[in-house]
Structures are given as C-alpha cells and as structure tokens.
C-alpha cells in the first residue's frame, strides 16, 4: 500500500526558493500593474478594521445578526459620505483652500515687511538702533522661494480634489463595497489567519502575529483617534481666539499629528502667521502679541494632548523614536503618496519587529529572550462599548404567584 508521503513527495530546498521567488516577482508585478487600486484596497480594510467595534457592538447589545449590524453601520457611514460631498463637505474644502492661498500671500509680503523694518528705529532707554535686514532679506527670499510653490501646489490640490469630487465618487463606492465585504466575513478571514501554521515554527508565528496585531491595533485605533480628537480641539480653540479658517487650521493640525515634532510645529507656525496678519482680533493687543497667544494656547494644547490622551489611548504599542517615524513618514510619502505617510508609523514599527527577529535568528539567538515584543506587552486601546443596551428585547414581568 503507497503512502501518502511516498504518493506526494517532498519538494526539494531547490524547488522551494524557486517557486518563493517566483511569487515574489509575481505578486511585485500585480503590485505595480494595480498599483491605483492598492491605495485603495488598504483604504477599504481600514473602514472595515475601523467598523468592526460598532459592528460587534450592535450586534450584541442590540442582538442583531450579524448581516442586519453590518449593513445599518455601512448605511450610516454612506450617509456621511452623501453629506461629506453636499454643502458641509464643499465648505471644509474651501476653508482650507482659503487658508493655503492667505499663508502664500503672507509668505509672498515677508521681504516687504523686512524692508519697511528696516527703515524704522527703535528706542530703548538711552539706546537707539536701527535694524539691518541687508543680509537678511535675501536669505529670507530664498527660503520663501522654495516654500510658496509648495502652498501653491497645495491650494491647487486641494482645489483639483473638489473640482473632481464627481469622479473619485465610483473609487468610495469601491471601497465601501469592499469594506462592506470584509466586514461582513471578518470571523472567517481572522479564523484564516490564525490558521496559518508553519511546522516547528509555530509559537514563534504566534508570537509575531500577537506583536503585529498590537501594533496595527494600536494605531487604526488609538492614532486615527487622536487625529481626529485633535483636529477637533484645534478648530474649538481657533475659533474661541477669534482666529481666521477655524476648520482649516484644525484640518491642519490634525494631520499634522501624524509627523511628530515637525507636524505640530508647521501647524502652529501657519496659525500664527494667520494672527499675525488679521486685521482685527477679540482681545483688542496688537498683531504681535495676538500671535504669541495663538502660539501659546496651540502650543499648550499639543502638550496636553501628548502627554494626557496620548499614552491612555497609545500605551507603548509603537514606541518608535520621532526621527524615525520622520523618516518613515519621508520614505512612506514617497513611496505610496498620502496612504504612505498615514501608515508610515505602523509600517516602520512591522518592519522594525520583523528585522530584529531575522537578526536574532542569523545570529542563533532566541528571539524571546529577551523578547523582541517586550515593549508591546501592554493591553491596547479598545472603544468603548456604544449605548444601545435600550434597545434590548425587555421580557415581561411574570405575574405574582397567587396567595
């Protein structure tokens, strides 16, 4: 009798590399074949990823199916997107259109406000000086001449992007067809996942999908969230100063928290630029001390947020080093766009936990010992549970027993 070994021989170590190396090269050119869809395929697993809490939510608290959960979520996330392209849509896009083309303007007027500086004098006690902006004002317009064309680039992107709302209208409907879909399957896609077993390799496998959950985990859900908690801060408190496009500083700011350091810093530098050329502000003190206030209250707020929302909601998932987020946010945006830069944090810390568990291997050192996922031993950030618990079935009260 043939068994089944003898029936299906083992492939060689030859046979293997050669069939790895075909599906890599297979698997790059779908990559750069559909390289337009790729960008939005992982646009569509984050709605899914990100849909799932509510999805379970309701479908436990309220005791729906599944199916019914999934389809009342997604049709409320189609309602926001009919709303997102009608008037609130349209008048976020022109506030920050509106902001991009006022920053280049004020960039544009800088070498005439240095000029006109430097032809005042100015009292100090029994000093008297004269500021000399001679070697200065150029310095300034080359640095000016490689910033304003990337506002005006900006401000036509942004321009471009609602002019063409009509047309990206098909590639959302994709997504959240696709979305929808994984969504829908998601208990038979994490049971495929976690199925995948190679032999004497096992634990380690386990050890690594354990790791890379709690780092995607922690940031399409911790740091989408502070995105979004940020943005809508910012726009509160631009507009309780009474500072000029609100929403779009808060736009801004918010996206501005995917690049640590830099981010922050550029967003609350345009605020001030604004202060500074408005032409009137609440407090009644001239243009300079206006700004500084703004820079102040931005400044305390980015603190706040980073040192009070930020480890509740984060932990220490990620823990990478800001310059090396910095270089995977360059490298991410040059790669793969805007989807690059939002998913540079997350994609450098993979590729960090994957490279330290090939060195310890090469090396023949355990990879657990110590373990190469011990920063990421904290339990991540789950949403809290919605309040649907009144839309429980109430049973009715059995009548009293008789005397």
Request: charged fraction near 10%; glycine fraction near 8%.
């Amino acid at each position: 009798m043939t068994t089944p070994e003898a029936a299906s021989p083992r492939w060689g170590g030859t046979v293997k590399a050669l069939v790895a190396l075909t599906g890599l090269v297979l698997v790059a050119a779908l990559l750069v074949r559909f390289q337009g869809i790729v960008p939005l395929l992982v646009l569509a697993g984050i709605i899914s990823y990100l849909s799932l809490p509510f999805v379970r939510a309701l479908h436990h608290r309220a005791r729906l199916s599944w199916p019914a959960s999934t389809n009342i979520i997604f049709v409320y996330w189609l309602a926001l997107l009919i709303v997102a392209f009608t008037a609130a849509g349209v008048a976020v896009v022109q506030q920050v259109q509106a902001l991009l083309l006022a920053l280049q303007g004020v960039l544009e007027g800088v070498p005439t406000q240095l000029e006109a500086l430097s032809r005042q004098s100015f009292v100090l006690g029994p000093w008297t000086f004269t500021p000399t902006t001679t070697e200065i004002i150029p310095l300034v317009e080359r640095a000016l001449g490689a910033i304003e064309p990337a506002f005006g680039r900006a401000s036509s992107l942004v321009a471009s992007a609602a002019g063409h709302a009509l047309e990206s209208l098909a590639s959302l409907v994709f997504v959240l067809a696709v979305s929808y879909f994984l969504t829908l399957d998601s208990d038979r896609i994490r049971s495929r996942w976690g199925g995948i077993v190679i032999p004497r390799y096992e634990y380690d496998l386990g050890r690594l999908r354990q790791a890379l959950t709690h780092i995607w985990h922690a940031f399409l859900r911790g740091q989408l969230l502070i995105v979004l908690i940020m943005g809508i801060l910012m726009a509160l408190l631009m507009a309780l100063l009474g500072v000029r496009f609100a929403v779009g500083l808060g736009v801004l700011m918010g996206l501005a928290k995917f690049v640590p350091i830099v981010g922050p810093f550029t967003a609350g530098a345009a605020a001030a630029m604004v202060a500074v050329f408005q032409t009137s502000n609440p407090f009644g003190v001239t243009p300079l001390a206006f700004a500084l206030i703004v820079i102040a209250c931005t400044t305390l707020l980015d603190q706040l947020v980073d040192y009070l929302l930020v480890p509740r909601v984060l932990g220490t998932q990620l823990n990478l080093h800001p310059v090396l987020v910095l270089i995977g946010a360059i490298v991410g945006a040059t790669l793969a766009g805007v989807i690059g830069l939002l998913l540079s944090a997350p994609a450098t810390a993979t590729l960090l936990l994957l490279i330290r568990y090939a060195f310890r291997k090469l090396v023949d050192l355990s990879p657990w010992d110590p373990p190469i996922d011990g920063m990421r031993s904290t339990r991540p950030w789950t949403p809290p549970a919605l309040p649907l618990g009144w839309l429980r079935r109430r049973r009715p009260t059995p009548p009293a027993p008789p005397a």
